[in-house]
């Protein structure tokens, strides 16, 4: 045995499982032998063995979920655990793929992790992201987890964050996730389940589906059900009362306690032409129904517990489910219901927002068979990977279906919830069965109130100023210094505008030189057969849809407006973006005809409008022209620290409250110091943007961010300013962070 090489700071550290092939817990065995090691592991997991050097830090883990005795109020929701039972160096690998020597520490007990967990046997785990460096501090340096940090990151938030109760979304959640584990009770015997249900039917209405037609062609009471069918029930074409009242027997029936939700937002729902997941019995396949059921129990065990194993088993029943006939895509939906934080709908409209809006490759043809089961699970991964950025559209597979509908309507025609005898089981011959579809989703209200919980430093009257000017001049242009959070506020006034967060109403383009008339309104583009067509750009898009729907506003965002040329972007449409023109009367033909051939007028709605952000601080461009000028108000944007500024920071970013007044007076002085000098002035003062967080720092990280900041954002900035006097700026930027 090699003596133990000191760790590395920077080094990799490993998070491994003990239980050796997914036997008894071996973590006493290889605490006494100094050894861990895995039994029969897979190509992957002997490349990472082997991988494991000398020197790095190893911990072993035990991942599972827990809903009861958590420090903090998890509202129900079973929580992602790990444990850390023993750490220890790795002091030498023999490269055989399957075991490691490493050097333990002695014991403490175990100690909890929550959230940012990972079941697979190996976890390699990198510093440098701040999550990993918070786990790697947890385990190995003993420093506690920050758990309102974790717990209010974008993925986590709607289920454990500090969210008021009349702000949470997807309440609904709790009562399918109550349905759904007692279900499992009636997995391995129905007829209990089937006869209630039977009953049910008997005194409320909505539920005369359940008539089945059998071999000898009679038709009577369905004898077996599977349990998306179960949940089918109050998942139809049925009006919110039925809904929730066909909810609410089902849960006296099966023993679930919590209460029905109040609002079914962002839940598909079955097409009342098939809302059953499998045939009439006398063209049913006899293990269909059984088929249903080990895929929902093989889901539930996989939410449980994502070992590899049972990762493996829910891959084999769901591609067994998707064979029955009159799953298809339906499957994915039935998941959802049931699991809806873990597994993702992939209903029609969910499947064209995520290659349309997220950039997802998922068929979206009605006529293509669902997905298999692998590719199922990895877009579901990639999705959560995606999920905890703050800038990502969506943060959770309810978020995303939620969204599906409000981005666009359906893609296929949907079939009204009164076709069908009662929402009868109907077949027509052995073609596609239907998709699930959405209910329209809930407004989401938005006005000044919101702008100001979202963290605007600005003061109300402010607002309310910038929304006046913006509803009089139908155009608004926010300028100021770099940092000053303009196109931050640009979309939120937008929504303010529209009095509801709507962002299928808002088009944002940014501003080049290279931005040209047929890009922005409409030009020639390359199809895909090598020939030209006209196509409309973002602008004459925004115009369209405004026209459509007149009773609702719609905003064009423009980033950075003077990048670009705007009389040369605008064409002849600059003239009617005036407040006074926004009339047909006042219709002018486009140079380019529609894609008909016929020219026809065009004019600007009353209903659009337009916000521009113009940094005033670069000076490589040109002055705005005359006639834009007069088109637009223009509103200057200062920089804001003060009050507002310094609770923001550290109740909701966790800068060090001993250390906030210090940072507001460095960068206040630097502010004052920029406006004197008459080769600058106040248009190149640095904005509060820099110095508030993107993200909760973690606790005692205060000094690091800051310097972070001085050398990475402001310091080149400053070199920027003063090009022509480089010590000038060496000095600003010292003086940023002297002392510290």
């Known amino acids: 045995m090699t003596s133990q090489p000191h760790p590395s700071a920077s080094a990799t550290t490993w998070f491994v499982g003990a239980s050796f092939g997914h036997t008894d817990d071996q973590t006493a065995r290889f605490l006494k032998d100094g050894i861990w090691e895995i039994r029969t592991p897979t190509e992957k997991e002997r490349a990472l063995v082997r991988a494991m050097q000398p020197g790095e830090r190893i911990a072993i883990k035990a991942a599972y979920v827990r809903k009861n005795g958590l420090p903090f109020d998890n509202r129900g929701h079973s929580v992602s655990v790990m444990g850390i039972k ?3 160096n790795i002091i030498h690998n023999p490269q055989d793929g399957e075991r490691v020597q490493v050097q333990w520490q002695p014991a403490e007990g175990v100690r909890e992790w929550y959230f940012y967990t990972y079941r697979a046997t190996i976890w390699r785990v990198l510093p440098g992201d701040w999550m990993n460096d918070a786990l790697i501090a947890f385990a190995f340096d003993q420093l506690p987890q920050d758990i309102e940090r974790f717990r209010n990151e974008p993925y986590w938030r709607e289920r454990f964050g500090t969210v008021a109760p009349d702000k949470l979304r997807f309440q609904w959640t709790d009562f399918y996730e109550a349905v759904a584990e007692k279900l499992l009770d009636y997995a391995n015997d129905r007829s209990p389940l089937i006869e209630g249900i039977h009953q049910i039917a008997a005194r409320v209405p909505g539920l005369g589906n359940l008539q089945d037609k059998f071999a000898d062609g009679s038709v009577g009471p369905l004898k077996d059900i599977c349990p998306f069918t179960v949940m089918g029930t109050f998942n139809r074409g049925l009006t919110d009362a039925n809904r929730k009242m066909i909810a609410g027997e089902l849960a006296k029936l099966i023993g679930v306690t919590v209460p029905v939700p109040p609002s079914f937002e962002g839940i598909p729902v079955l097409n009342n032409q098939r809302s059953w997941f499998f045939r009439y019995a006398d063209k049913r396949g006899a293990g269909d129904i059984d088929a249903l059921w080990r895929v929902f129990v093989a889901g539930h065990a996989l939410v449980e517990d994502d070992q590899p194993e049972r990762r493996e088993a829910f891959i084999q029943a769901y591609d067994a489910a998707t064979q029955v006939w009159g799953v298809a895509w339906n499957l994915s939906a039935g998941l959802y219901w049931a699991h809806p934080w873990d597994f993702s709908t992939l209903d029609s409209q969910s499947r064209h927002y995520l290659n349309k809006r997220l950039g997802f490759n998922v068929p979206v043809s009605g006529q293509q068979g669902p997905c298999d089961a692998a590719t199922y699970l990895k877009l579901m991964d990639d999705l959560r990977a995606r999920f905890g950025e703050d800038s990502y559209p969506v943060h959770s597979f309810p978020e995303l279906s939620l969204e599906s ?17 009662d929402g009868a089981a109907e077949e027509e011959g052995d073609e596609a069965p239907p998709d699930t579809v959405q209910a329209a989703p809930p407004i989401v209200p938005y006005s000044v109130d919101d702008i100001l919980n979202d963290g605007c430093f600005l003061e109300r009257a402010d607002l309310d100023l910038l929304l006046d000017r913006l509803r009089a001049k139908k155009n608004l242009i926010l300028q100021g210094p770099p940092g000053t959070g303009k196109t931050w506020l640009a979309k939120r006034l937008a929504f303010a505008l529209m009095g509801e967060k709507d962002p299928n109403r808002i088009r944002a383009v940014q501003f080049h030189p290279n931005l040209s008339y047929e890009d922005f309104v409409r030009g020639w583009r390359p199809t ?9 750009g973002v602008f004459m898009e925004a115009i369209i849809a405004a026209r459509k ?6 905003v064009v965002v423009i980033e950075e407006i003077n990048r670009g040329n705007p009389a040369q972007i605008f064409g002849e ?14 219709a002018l033909e486009l140079c380019y005809p529609d894609a008909d051939g016929k020219r026809r007028p065009v004019h600007i709605p009353e209903n659009l409008y337009v916000i521009g952000t113009m940094n005033i601080a670069d000076r490589s461009l040109a002055l705005v022209d005359l006639a834009l000028r007069r088109r637009f108000a223009f509103v200057g944007l200062e920089p804001r620290l003060g009050a507002a500024w310094r609770k923001w920071v550290v109740d909701a970013c966790g800068v060090d409250s001993a250390l906030v007044a210090d940072i507001e007076h460095r960068i206040t002085e630097l502010k004052d110091t920029i406006a004197a000098d008459a080769r600058l002035g106040k248009q190149f003062q640095i904005g509060h943007s820099y110095v508030t967080p993107a993200h909760r720092l973690e606790l005692g990280d205060t000094r690091k961010w800051f310097r972070q900041v001085v050398a990475t954002e402001i310091g080149p900035l400053l070199d920027e300013y003063w090009f022509d006097a480089p010590a000038e700026a060496e000095q600003a930027t010292a003086r940023l962070t002297q002392g510290w």
Request: net charge negative; charged share 30%.
């Open 405 to 421: 509908w409000k981005y666009e309507g359906p893609t296929d025609e949907s079939v009204p919830p009164e076709s069908g005898p």
């Open 549 to 554: 729907e007149p009773s609702a506003k719609y």
């Open 573 to 586: 449409l600059l003239t009617l973006l005036e407040a006074g023109k926004r009339t047909p009367s006042e």
């Open 528 to 536: 895909g057969d090598g020939k030209l067509a006209l196509a409309d």
């Open 86 to 88: 023993a750490v220890g």
